[in-house]
T-cell receptor, first 114, second 112 residues
Framework: DGGITQSPKYLFRKEGQNVTLSCEQN?????MYWYRQDPGQGLRLIYY???????QKGDIAEGYSVSREKKESFPLTVTSAQKNPTAFYLC?????????????FGSGTRLTVV | SQQGEEDPQALSIQEGENATMNCSYK?????LQWYRQNSGRGLVHLIL?????REKHSGRLRVTLDTSKKSSSLLITASRAADTASYFC????????????FGAGTRLFVKA
């Protein structure tokens, strides 16, 4: 079955550590996205990528980094510069950027700072 | 208010009743999408309605769009306990480039 796989499901980070969240899709989608969700709130866009080797900052990119070396993969690194990283992180993809494409989401990674 | 703001924030109904959720937005859109999120899980795409459409159906779901009022509604008929989830609207903005904004969601609780 086609879909998006996020791993790990739960991740604990110590102060000052960088951590990387994995996102893999086998839908042959060109566009991929990372969102952050805080309790009781909507999704905020961190980074997005329209095509391999290209990515753009979203609304809350500070303290995060991404890469898009393969079409299938869009890993997110939460750096030590992100002061409040505890949140639920969602990866999504769509066939292309622009209008009329719904998103497919992964099941999320819950990151907690310990 | 924000782009893509759902109302009510929370809704509790009995199984078998209909549930209606509303979404208001501020700027011109290409389309509006509704998603469901079960607790601790990712979002699931339910339905997309284009700016030139007024109503769409999918099973027990009915979505309407009123671009003059900049609002949309999601109706779930004959609700079931399994419909308990958060429902989000997402608006794809007509800016000539990419921008899709998600609201904060409506929490629906269906009592068996």
């Amino acid at each position: 079955d086609g879909g998006i796989t996020q791993s790990p499901k739960y991740l604990f980070r110590k102060e000052g550590q960088n951590v990387t969240l994995s996102c893999e899709q086998n839908l042959n989608h060109d566009a991929m996205y990372w969102y952050r969700q805080d309790p009781g709130q909507g999704l905020r866009l961190i980074y997005y990528s329209q095509i391999v080797n290209d990515f753009q900052k979203g609304d809350i990119a500070e303290g995060y980094s991404v890469s898009r070396e393969k079409k299938e993969s869009f890993p997110l690194t939460v750096t030590s510069a992100q002061k409040n990283p505890t949140a639920f992180y969602l990866c999504a993809s769509s066939a292309a950027m622009g209008a009329d494409y719904g998103y497919t989401f992964g099941s999320g990674t819950r990151l907690t700072v310990v | 208010s924000q782009q893509g703001e759902e109302d009510p924030q929370a809704l509790s109904i009995q199984e078998g009743e209909n549930a209606t959720m509303n979404c208001s937005y501020k700027t011109s859109i290409n389309n509006l999408q509704w998603y469901r999120q079960n607790s601790g899980r990712g979002l699931v795409h339910l339905i997309l309605i284009r700016s030139n459409e007024r109503e769409k159906h999918s099973g027990r779901l009915r979505v309407t769009l009123d671009t003059s009022k900049k609002s949309s509604s999601l109706l779930i008929t004959a609700s079931r306990a399994a419909d308990t989830a958060s429902y989000f609207c997402a608006t794809a903005l007509n800016t000539g480039g990419f921008k899709t904004i998600f609201g904060a969601g409506t929490r629906l609780f269906v009592k068996a």
